[in-house]
């Protein structure tokens, strides 16, 4: 049985763990709150206003398919996978507070062996994932991203109080920092959820995300409309990305338009890729 860490059990993790365990995983969620933890190896949730979660998590434990522990490392130590998904503050002039993102990369990089895949949910700003959590981890670990770990972003799109309804609904969109983790990623969401699984292809960004001008974008651009869409001035995009198939015979979205142009529940987040 393949094991999977979810690492921030609250609104989305703990939701996100009991939906891992019911789709056959062993399941280890981690918080720092003792009190949490100790929720959830009762065979209770926390979070009172997700439906069908008690049910859920109760199930869960009783199959011994989850458990939770504040020891993040350890946990990690035996995942083939690991979903962080703790939070990142904003104060409402844009400064981002990364302190419970970087202490639990570090635990989860202390914790890293070969072939493990690293995915945050956690809404960051563009390139975050590539430029402070890769190095962070390769720090920690003492392996590389990519060459030795799997390491992917994707974005939670999901909505409090209706996740198991949008884990249906919503396809999940994945970027890997290489086609190998974009490959893992793909094929650990595929196991778990029911929703399309879409790649995204992972490349950098020579140019600002959102255009401050007023002139139009360039009709090269993936965040351009197709014609006929309206746009808004600051951040073009298309209603739906233009899709490709990837060898799982799932959609696809093509990379730039769905890393370019993903933007998050939260409007005080900028957009987000890898
Ligand atoms: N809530 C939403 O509707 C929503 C929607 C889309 C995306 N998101 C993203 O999901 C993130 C988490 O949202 P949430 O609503 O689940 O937050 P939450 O506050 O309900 O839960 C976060 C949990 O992480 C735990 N935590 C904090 N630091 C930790 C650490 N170092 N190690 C382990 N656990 C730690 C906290 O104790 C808490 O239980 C948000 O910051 C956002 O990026 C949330």
């Known amino acids: 049985m ?7 059990l609250g609104k989305i993790g703990l939701p996100l763990a009991a ?11 981690c918080d720092v709150l003792v009190e949490v933890v ?17 049910e859920a998590v109760a199930s869960a434990v009783r199959a ?35 302190r419970s993102l970087d202490a639990a990369t570090r635990a989860v990089g202390r914790g890293l062996k070969p072939g493990t895949l690293v995915v945050y949910e956690t809404t960051l700003p563009v390139g975050t994932t590539r430029r402070r959590i890769a190095p962070m981890l390769e720090k920690e670990s003492g392996i590389k991203a990519g060459a030795e770990f799997h390491l992917a972003f994707s974005p939670e799109r999901l909505y409090a109080g209706r996740i198991f309804e949008d ?12 086609d190998a983790s974009s490959k893992a990623a793909v094929a650990f969401y595929e196991s778990v959820l ?14 600002p995300l959102i255009a401050t001008s007023t002139s139009p974008s360039p009709t090269s651009s993936p965040c351009t409309p197709r014609a006929g869409r309206s746009t808004s001035p600051r951040l073009s995009r298309p209603r739906t990305p233009s899709l490709t198939r990837t060898s799982t ?3 696809s979205a093509s990379a730039a338009t769905a890393s370019r142009c993903t933007r998050t529940s939260s409007s005080a987040m900028p957009p987000t890729a890898s």
């Open 2 to 8: 393949k094991t999977a860490v979810v690492v921030g």
């Open 19 to 29: 939906q891992f365990a019911s789709k056959g995983m062993r399941v280890i969620g």
């Open 38 to 54: 100790e929720s959830v190896n009762a065979g209770k949730a926390h979070i009172r206003e997700e439906a069908g979660l008690d």
């Open 64 to 98: 011994k398919r989850l458990s939770a522990t504040t020891d993040t490392t350890a946990a990690v130590q035996q995942a083939d996978t690991v979903v962080v998904i703790v939070p990142l503050m904003v104060s409402p002039d844009r400064t981002m507070d990364y």
């Open 167 to 178: 884990l249906r609904r919503y396809p999940k969109i994945v970027g890997g920092v290489d």
């Open 194 to 207: 029911d929703a399309e699984v879409w790649a995204v292809e992972n490349r950098s960004l020579p140019k």
């Open 249 to 251: 015979g799932r959609a």
